[in-house]
T-cell receptor
């Protein structure tokens, strides 16, 4: 089975500052990794995913994440955040051979003016 | 428009009164799944289905039932709801299991009194 730990439940940051949201996973098999975003009162939408290949993955809205196999991490970064990035962010993992997607507990990103 | 729809969006009910939350997708996706979202716990998978007539338990299946008689529909059934099933529920679908993006419905907020 897989597990995901999001190390920060809340991250406040000022507008135009950089941000990193941390995610660590645990698995004994090859995995796929995802970041989803949930805006207030909405469902989740995919930001980016890592399946294989280049460890630096670029997603929508200027976000990127780096897969680090040795540290079992998949941290999400953005060099300059906007007010509109305020949302909850979820890291998720699935085993390459399975249908089950396991989510972390989420990180609330609040961008302050 | 490609989408996942859920009904109802809001529901208040009483303990023991059977209810069904419907989920439908128009993308011809094979894979469908139900999650519940609770504060501080992220999303936890209830049941998933990799194709018609194929369903499997997720992490928190107790107290829930599902069926997949048609590819587009994946209803969630609570035979005898209890207050600990008060939660925000999301249906999701993807082309297949594994590394494919999951598309989420808008959510159903259920309160069991």
């Amino acid at each position: 089975a897989q597990s995901v730990t999001q190390l920060d439940s809340q991250v406040p940051v000022f507008e135009e500052a950089p941000v990193e949201l941390r995610c660590n996973y645990s698995s004994s098999v090859s995995v796929y990794l995802f970041w989803y975003v949930q805006y207030p009162n909405q469902g989740l939408q995919l930001l980016l995913k890592y399946l294989s290949g280049s460890t630096l993955v670029k997603g929508i809205n200027g976000f990127e994440a780096e897969f680090n196999k040795s540290q079992t991490s998949f941290h999400l970064r953005k060099p300059s955040v906007h007010i509109s990035d305020t949302a909850e962010y979820f890291c998720a993992v699935s085993a390459a051979s399975e249908g089950q997607l396991t989510f972390g507990s989420g990180t609330q990103l609040t961008v302050l003016p | 428009e490609a989408q996942v729809t859920q009904n109802p969006r809001y529901l208040i009910t009483v303990t023991g009164k059977k209810l069904t939350v419907t989920c439908s997708q128009n993308m011809n996706h094979e894979y469908m799944s139900w999650y519940r979202q609770d504060p501080g716990l992220g999303l936890r998978q209830i049941y998933y289905s990799m194709n018609v007539e194929v369903t499997d338990k997720g992490d928190v299946p107790e107290g829930y039932k599902v069926s997949r008689k048609e590819k587009r529909n994946f209803p969630l059934i609570l035979e005898s709801p209890s207050p600990n099933q008060t939660s925000l529920y999301f249906c999701a679908s993807s082309a297949r299991q594994g590394g494919h993006e999951q598309f989420f419905g808008p959510g159903t907020r259920l309160t069991v009194l």
